[in-house]
Nanobody, 127 residues
Framework: QVQLVESGGGLVQAGESLTLSCAAS????????MGWYRQASGNQRELVAT???????NYADSVKGRFTISSDDAKNMVYLQMNSLKPEDSAVYYC?????????????????????WGSGTQVTVSS
């Protein structure tokens, strides 16, 4: 089992930046993909970004150029640097992980692909 704990959410104004962190514990040696998904009220959970243990990153079109995903394998951490935030970025952000590496199209189309999930952290961007 892998446990994931997110931190770093909060309330910011449009145009500002925020960094989310996710700490993984447990059977972390099995993790080959980590990522961030988000779910706004009334919407389906959607991909934000994922990264493999080889460093291959995958982003949703809506965040490309503004968000950066990174990982620190030694600390079992994954981060999401969010710049130029917009009100439409407001959502609960979830950290996710899995022992497999998946096709990017699958990660985008099926949020339940990854097997381990954190409880989420709220990000609110005011206009």
């Amino acid at each position: 089992q892998v446990q994931l704990v997110e931190s770093g959410g909060g309330l910011v104004q449009a145009g500002e930046s925020l960094t989310l962190s996710c700490a993984a514990s447990g059977s972390v040696f099995r993790v080959n993909t980590m990522g961030w998904y988000r779910q706004a009220s009334g919407n389906q959970r959607e991909l934000v970004a994922t990264i493999t243990n080889g460093g291959t990153a995958n982003y949703a079109d809506s965040v490309k150029g503004r968000f950066t995903i990174s990982s620190d394998d030694a600390k079992n951490m994954v981060y999401l640097q969010m710049n130029s935030l917009k009100p439409e970025d407001s959502a609960v952000y979830y950290c996710a992980a899995d022992s497999h590496i998946f096709d990017s199209d699958l990660l985008s189309s099926d949020w339940s692909t990854l097997g381990y999930w954190g409880s989420g952290t709220q990000v609110t961007v005011s206009s």
